[in-house]
């Protein structure tokens, strides 16, 4: 059973630019959270997303987006990147008692 | 603001337990605390999670004080594969909710 799955591992964009970043969750998880880590921090909550609608929302900009498909894989998109953007995007799914992470998507900005 | 708290750095010697304390003086009655390992920056790896009694998994063991507000995670017999960034957070049963990680104890295992 595979467990939380993220794509793309890494890549490389300019500022102005967009990405979306995909995230597909453990067999039997419903809930989607989506993280940003900036080098030498702990992971930041960007947001939640259950039964396809934003539940919960971090500290960030409308810049960042997302999206659950029906079967719970997810999406988030960043618009208009800036060089602060540049961060390690981790993907946790989640039922009742598992919280299970990605291995993340490694976003450069130049 | 981070639910938890802990030291920011800490040594083990190989093959000695490595014992991680975690503060969590806010936690509420029906919030789990679980541990992560972050290597290299990889995505965290689960290790073990609890309500209020102790806890044991092949990875390690989970001390919970009587009254809940710290906790202190077991590496038995720690190697050097266990040198990672170790994150405590509390989190609900179910439900959704904004989880917050705090900086996490950068565990070092010395030979």
């Known amino acids: 059973d595979a467990g939380v799955t993220q794509s793309p591992t890494h890549l490389i964009k300019t500022r102005g630019q967009q990405v979306t970043l995909r995230c597909s969750p453990k067999?039997?998880?419903?809930?989607v959270s989506w993280y940003q880590q900036a080098l030498g921090q702990g992971p930041q909550f960007i947001f939640q997303?259950?039964?396809?609608?934003?539940?919960q929302r971090g500290n960030f900009p409308d810049r960042f987006s997302g999206h659950q498909f029906p079967n719970y894989s997810s999406e988030l998109n960043v618009n208009a990147l800036l060089l602060g953007d540049s961060a390690l995007y981790l993907c946790a799914s989640s039922n009742t008692r598992e919280l299970f992470f990605g291995e993340g998507s490694r976003l450069t900005v130049l | 603001d981070a639910k938890t708290t802990q030291p920011p750095s800490m040594d083990c010697a190989e093959g000695r337990a490595a014992n991680l304390p975690c503060n969590h003086s806010?936690?509420?009655?029906?919030?789990?605390v679980y541990w992560y390992r972050q290597i290299h920056s990889q995505g965290p790896q689960y290790i073990i999670h609890?309500?209020?009694n102790n806890e044991t998994n092949e990875m390690a063991s989970l001390i919970i004080t009587e009254d809940r507000k710290s906790s202190t995670l077991i590496l038995p017999h720690a190697t050097l594969r266990d040198t990672a960034v170790y994150y405590c957070i509390v989190r609900l049963s179910g439900g959704y909710q904004k989880v917050t990680f705090g900086t996490g104890t950068k565990l070092q295992v010395i030979p």
């Open positions: 806010t936690i509420s009655g029906n919030e789990y």
């Open positions: 067999s039997g998880h419903d809930t």
């Open positions: 997303y259950y039964e396809e609608e934003e539940r």
């Open positions: 609890g309500l209020k």
